[in-house]
């Protein structure tokens, strides 16, 4: 039985997502223009709290980890409604007091069955025990996030979002599913890394309100901005899907690979989206791709990536995926 992919869309990210980008959060992929039109929509003391928390949020050294709680895991838990979208933090200010993931898991069991496929839940529990040693302050500003939500959904984003952002979105999710409906993009990398997929479908949620190219959720979700043109997102659902082969707990399986990613994840992960962009030119016409159309993933950086990963693909006897991206991070600096 074939794994569905398809694209989505919900109220979780997309809202959060505003309010990212009124506040303009440093490296939430937030959408300046966006968020400038959209100033007046949070009230002068949103923006007065929220910058005098986050004064102190950034002596602690743990951005990502306040990332992953106040936009990852939110966004991953699906919401219907504004009231379950602030619940799911209450959840999530439970797991910060505990200093673990475990209470988030047991409210959301079904939501999160393929969490250990991604990666180690002790990665999670590492998040949160961060986070416990700062619990007053993170705490504190999940609070005022949760009330910057809630006025803003009382005061604007409600009557945007039902009567407005919401129909727009899932017609365009309509017109991309049918795109992808006839090409199994899962099977085709399958066939083609050696590799089973871990997940039993993967998602594509689309949000109004972001810069990113793609921004990883957890596991089998990624968010996409919607203003993008149709065949860009299909590039970047292939592209995505590739890495989801790649970026999971069979990694850790790897003894070099391990050493690697718990040492340099940033640059682990780079050379996975240069081994990605490698293959998938293999796979153009089985996905209906067109050979010079100008790949998003592509940077100065992963350019020189993707030289060095060429070479050590098209040397290899057992061109196998692990190997040759371990290989490619020796050429780059040898693991100790």
Known sequence: MSQKVYFTTSLTPNIIMHVFSCLEIE????NSDYGMKHHFTLADDDYTNWKEQAKKCMTLGCNAELYAVLFQLPSY???DDIDMVVDCYEKIIEAVEKGSIDSLITSYPEVFDYLEVYAPLTVFDGHFKRLNEHKEIIINIIRI????LRGLWDRFY??????????ELEDQ???????ISPINIISTWQKKLNLEFPYPEFTAILVEPTSTIATNLVAEKIIVASKQEDVMLYKILVHEIGRSFLLNTKLFEHEKLKIIAQSNLDRLSLIVDAACIFIKKQLYKTLKMRDDDIDPYITPEITELLKIFQVVWDTSDDKDIYHAIAATYDKLAPVL
């Open 158 to 167: 409600k009557d945007h979002w039902e009567n407005t952002v919401k129909k």
């Open 173 to 179: 999710v309509k017109k991309l599913n049918v795109i």
């Open 145 to 148: 996030f949760q009330n910057i």
């Open 77 to 79: 838990i699906p919401a």
């Open 27 to 30: 490296g939430s992929f937030y």
